[in-house]
């Protein structure tokens, strides 16, 4: 077991979660850092319409924390719940970072998360500012393979910016072009 790992397990909380359970909502205060053991998360925005805009899916192995809520103790921006049955390790960030200015690995470690959330992140706007709708499906479909089995046609649509109906009419192009 890694230093990391120990940590992890010495000073997280696991929490066992069903489909719908929230960890945290849009406006809330949490100061925690997410370790998805097993299932699927989901990071979402409520639009001032009352729609749903979904961040990120986060499959087994995934972190993910509000950086305005861990950073500066802000209210968090977006919501994270459990899309499917599972389990998370919350870890105070404070003890991770506590921990990191006393360890050089553990210190890496940090970084190497920030770096990793922040490059998904920058990637994530890319798509959304800079692709077609048909672009970034298939992009999703490329870069978490089966998850877009394990999520609603509603959540996959919210994801990528469009309907369901606007949807499934990508899927059936992209099936038709993949038959010619």
């Known amino acids: 077991m890694s230093q990391f790992q120990q940590l992890v397990v010495e000073n997280g909380r696991e929490i066992a979660v069903q489909a719908g359970d929230h960890l945290f909502g849009q406006g809330d205060s949490d100061s925690n850092v997410y370790f998805v053991k097993a299932g699927l998360l989901k990071a979402y925005y409520i639009r001032a319409d009352g729609k749903e805009h979904i961040k990120s899916f986060l499959p087994e192995g995934s972190i993910i924390g509000s950086m305005v809520a861990l950073v ?92 369901p109906q606007a949807l499934s009419r990508i899927k059936r192009r992209q099936r038709s072009t993949v038959r010619s």
Do not use: H, W
């Open 72 to 163: 500066d103790g802000d209210p968090c921006t977006f919501s994270l719940v459990a899309a499917e049955q599972g389990s998370v390790i919350a870890l105070p960030f404070a003890r991770l970072k506590e921990a990191a200015g006393q360890d050089i690995d553990l210190a890496n470690v940090l970084i190497d998360f920030l770096s990793v959330y922040g490059k998904r992140k920058e990637r994530r706007e890319y798509e959304l500012l800079s692709l077609s709708p048909e672009e970034r499906y298939s992009i999703l479909l490329e870069t978490m393979p089966g998850v877009a089995e394990r999520v609603s046609q509603a959540d996959l649509a919210a994801y990528i910016g469009v309907t």
